[in-house]
């Protein structure tokens, strides 16, 4: 079968490589597509901590070929996406139920090779079974939709209160649309128009467009969002975009007894008064993949397909995933997330 290995910094090689074999507990899994995020960028430019080589891919979504023994009912010629998450079940986090922490985490496509592969062997219970209508191509996002799920449960939303994302890209945008679900207004704040703009079709009652070399909110930002929450500042903030001074806007203008839930990974300082957060009591929590969520996060899809379809903004086919990679790094035109079709989408 044919694979696609990142072997180098910015370098991937196709290979012939033999199919795996059937093991207990496992499924085959042809894949059909699988989609991008800023972690595969990472790792194809060697700037991530697990090195490589390695074969890609966590977000994916394919038909089941052959499976072993389980107690799932998924049977061949299931369509399914999969949990990548590897947790050890054993640390203190695991032992807590907190395994999207968990000391020796790892993920399939990220630690362990992936589904740029045109078949997988996975664990029986990473398989997650696709609603019906909804397609694989949008499938196999689930596991950012359950990313954006986790960081909004983690704030502890309640209808009628009003949240703040900051960030529109793909994982903001779609806690948008779950904290919208959940009967919370919501504004959305980006830098760049055109993510706004799909802000609003994911339910943000008012979009902010943030200019780096002034002051945020302006004036007239500020008396919209004093409109929107009585003047308190919103209950919630999601920061989503791992930016400093977007965690210190946060902290800035979120509601005294407020949640701020960091989702945005950066390794940059943000620098913060340390007297803001205990006089305004403000609940910091930060949020790392999901609880498995993505039976969730394909439900979320399923609801809002056509929000999910305006995600996608690009598609490569599988031979062409350098130029899929040189477009996420370059960002010459607006970027939501890319789709790879592996062979097996269009057989």
Same mark, same amino acid.
């Given at each position: 079968?044919?694979? =696609?290995?990142? %072997?180098?910094?910015?370098?991937?090689?196709?290979?012939?490589?033999?199919?795996?074999?059937l093991?207990?507990?496992?499924?085959?899994?042809?894949?059909?597509?699988? #989609?991008?995020?800023g972690?595969?960028?990472?790792?194809?430019?060697?700037?991530?901590?697990a090195?490589l080589?390695?074969?890609?891919g966590?977000? $994916?979504?394919?038909?089941?070929?052959?499976?072993?023994?389980?107690?799932?009912?998924?049977?061949?010629?299931?369509? %399914?996406?999969?949990?990548?998450?590897?947790?050890?079940?054993?640390?203190?986090?695991?032992?807590l139920?907190?395994?999207?922490?968990?000391?020796?985490?790892g993920?399939?496509?990220?630690? &362990?090779?992936?589904?740029? +592969?045109?078949?997988?062997?996975?664990?029986?219970?990473?398989?997650?079974?696709?609603?019906?209508?909804?397609?694989?191509?949008?499938?196999?996002? +689930?596991?950012?939709?359950?990313?954006?799920?986790?960081? /909004?449960?983690?704030?502890?939303?309640? &209808?009628?209160? #009003?949240?703040?994302?900051?960030?529109?890209?793909?994982?903001?945008?779609?806690?948008?649309?779950?904290?919208?679900?959940?009967?919370? @207004?919501?504004?959305?704040?980006?830098?760049?128009?055109?993510?706004?703009?799909?802000?609003?079709?994911?339910?943000?009652?008012d979009?902010?467009?943030?200019?780096? @070399?002034?002051?945020?909110?302006?004036?007239?930002?500020?008396?919209?969002?004093?409109?929107?929450?009585?003047?308190?500042?919103?209950?919630?903030?999601?920061?989503?975009?791992?930016?400093?001074?977007?965690?210190?806007?946060?902290? @800035?203008? %979120?509601?005294? =007894?407020?949640?701020?839930?960091? /989702?945005?990974?950066?390794?940059?300082?943000?620098?913060?008064?340390?007297?803001?957060?205990? $006089?305004?009591?403000?609940?910091?929590?930060?949020?790392?993949?999901?609880?498995?969520?993505?039976?969730?996060?394909?439900?979320?899809?399923a609801?809002?397909?056509?929000? =999910?379809?305006?995600?996608?903004?690009?598609?490569?086919?599988?031979?062409?995933?350098?130029q899929?990679?040189?477009?996420?790094?370059?960002?010459?035109?607006?970027?939501?997330?890319?789709?790879?079709?592996?062979?097996?989408?269009?057989?």
């Amino acid at each position: 079968m044919l694979s =696609a290995r990142t %072997v180098a910094k910015e370098t991937i090689r196709y290979e012939d490589i033999p199919e795996p074999a059937l093991e207990a507990g496992h499924a085959l899994v042809r894949v059909h597509n699988v #989609t991008l995020c800023g972690t595969d960028l990472h790792i194809w430019e060697d700037d991530y901590p697990a090195g490589l080589p390695v074969i890609q891919g966590h977000e $994916f979504a394919g038909i089941v070929e052959a499976i072993g023994t389980n107690t799932a009912g998924i049977r061949a010629g299931d369509r %399914v996406a999969v949990s990548p998450m590897v947790y050890c079940g054993k640390c203190r986090p695991c032992r807590l139920g907190r395994f999207n922490v968990c000391e020796n985490i790892g993920c399939i496509g990220c630690y &362990s090779d992936g589904a740029l +592969a045109e078949l997988v062997s996975v664990p029986v219970e990473k398989l997650c079974p696709v609603p019906d209508g909804l397609e694989l191509d949008l499938a196999a996002m +689930a596991e950012p939709a359950s990313i954006a799920m986790q960081a /909004v449960n983690r704030g502890r939303p309640v &209808s009628g209160e #009003t949240a703040l994302v900051l960030g529109s890209g793909p994982i903001g945008l779609l806690a948008a649309l779950y904290l919208t679900d959940l009967g919370v @207004r919501v504004a959305c704040a980006d830098t760049e128009p055109d993510r706004l703009e799909l802000a609003a079709a994911f339910g943000a009652v008012d979009t902010l467009l943030v200019d780096p @070399r002034s002051a945020f909110p302006s004036a007239d930002q500020a008396l919209r969002l004093g409109a929107l929450t009585d003047s308190s500042g919103p209950e919630l903030v999601i920061e989503a975009t791992g930016v400093p001074s977007s965690l210190e806007n946060a902290i @800035r203008l %979120v509601a005294s =007894a407020g949640r701020i839930v960091q /989702v945005g990974i950066s390794a940059r300082t943000a620098s913060v008064p340390m007297n803001t957060i205990p $006089f305004k009591e403000i609940d910091l929590l930060g949020s790392r993949n999901s609880l498995n969520l993505i039976p969730a996060g394909l439900e979320l899809l399923a609801r809002h397909r056509s929000q =999910a379809r305006a995600l996608l903004t690009h598609r490569f086919r599988f031979e062409n995933l350098h130029q899929a990679f040189e477009l996420m790094r370059s960002r010459t035109e607006p970027v939501g997330k890319i789709v790879v079709d592996l062979p097996g989408a269009a057989a």
